[in-house]
């Protein structure tokens, strides 16, 4: 057997349920090319428009932090991610991301996330308003206002910078139901 | 200005009277979006009499919301000078997110007079 891996791929992405998974180099240009299909992927697993509009609205933001910072590059200078949709287990669904960034910004994500998991959403309003107010923070090419957005949409979101031999890796998950 | 709605953009219509968007905004160059709609707001835009902003997004990231900031402060300073401005924030019913955003946006603004208008059906310039 010489697709056992071909194979295995497609047992664990149905195991998962997952609806949209891209890999590689990222750039709005392609963020537009899946747009359509990743929304009508939600629509279909998903009748509360709000739900599939916050899953969407997760995937856009962290789709662009890929093309932003992702520390590592293609030779054409897009940033190169995975990011991925999945249904869990309660029908919910899960946002997952992950790219390499750079060292020097590991502390201060860090720190931006880990204050952001225990704001609660009245909290995260006015964070987000505060932002738009005062503009973005010094190397942010957005407003800044982007994980503010992400933590906003999901009910609960987990993150974890990892250590490879390329340098850091940041995961992400977030859940919306 | 007239502007038709991209897959990522919305139906943009600005005369001297009215400023109308309808549709998606998380456009792949947010400055390249942005500059020739506030440079057109600029120079249509007048210093008295009344003016109407009438808004229907379904979908705006992040990026876009530091436009729709400089957009609302643009009219709250033409309206503090002396404008008549009436802003109506369309939202779908249900729609808590764009709801949540008017409400923030409308708080700030203190000469313009604004609106939060529940809406039944997707309307045209709808690029989904």
């Known amino acids: 057997m010489i697709n056992d891996e071909t194979l295995e791929l497609h047992k664990f992405m149905q195991a998962r349920r997952t609806l949209f998974c891209y890999s590689g180099p990222l750039s709005e240009d392609l963020l537009t090319q899946i747009s359509n299909p990743v929304r009508q992927q939600l629509s279909e697993s998903e009748s509360d428009e709000g739900v599939a509009k916050r899953v969407f609205g997760v995937f856009v933001e962290q789709a662009q932090n890929i093309i932003r910072y992702a520390n590592l590059r293609a030779d054409t200078g897009e940033g190169v991610g995975t990011i991925a949709i999945s249904v869990t287990e309660d029908d919910g669904f899960l946002i997952e991301a992950v790219n390499a960034i750079d060292s020097d910004k590991r502390t201060a994500l860090e720190s931006t996330l880990l204050e952001l998991s225990m704001k609660d959403a009245k909290e995260l309003r006015k964070m987000y308003k505060e932002r738009l107010r005062s503009g973005p923070p010094e190397g942010s090419q957005g407003a800044g206002l982007g994980f503010i957005e992400m933590a906003r949409r999901v009910q609960r979101f987990e993150f974890e910078i990892a250590d490879t031999e390329n340098g850091p890796v940041f995961v992400y998950r977030g859940y919306v139901s | ?128």
């Not at chain 2, 200005?1 to 109308?20: D, F, S, Y």
């Not at chain 2, 979006?33 to 997004?57: H, I, N, Q, W, Y």
């Not at chain 2, 530091?66 to 503090?80: G, Q």
């Open chain 2, 1 to 128: 200005m007239e502007q038709a709605a991209t897959q990522r953009t919305p139906l943009i219509e600005i005369n001297e009277a009215r400023c109308r968007m309808v549709g998606e905004c998380y456009p792949e160059n947010i400055q390249e979006f942005s500059a020739p709609v506030m440079s057109t707001l600029r120079s249509v835009v007048p210093d008295a009499g009344s003016f109407t902003v009438d808004l229907e997004l379904f979908y705006f990231n992040s990026s876009s919301a530091k436009f729709f900031f400089d957009f609302f402060e643009f009219f709250e300073e033409k309206a503090a000078a002396g404008l008549a401005v009436k802003v109506n924030w369309n939202y779908r019913e249900d729609d808590d997110t764009m709801l949540e955003a008017g409400e923030d946006f409308g708080e700030d603004l203190e000469s313009c007079v604004f609106e939060l208008i529940e809406v039944q059906a997707p309307s045209e310039g709808d690029a989904q």
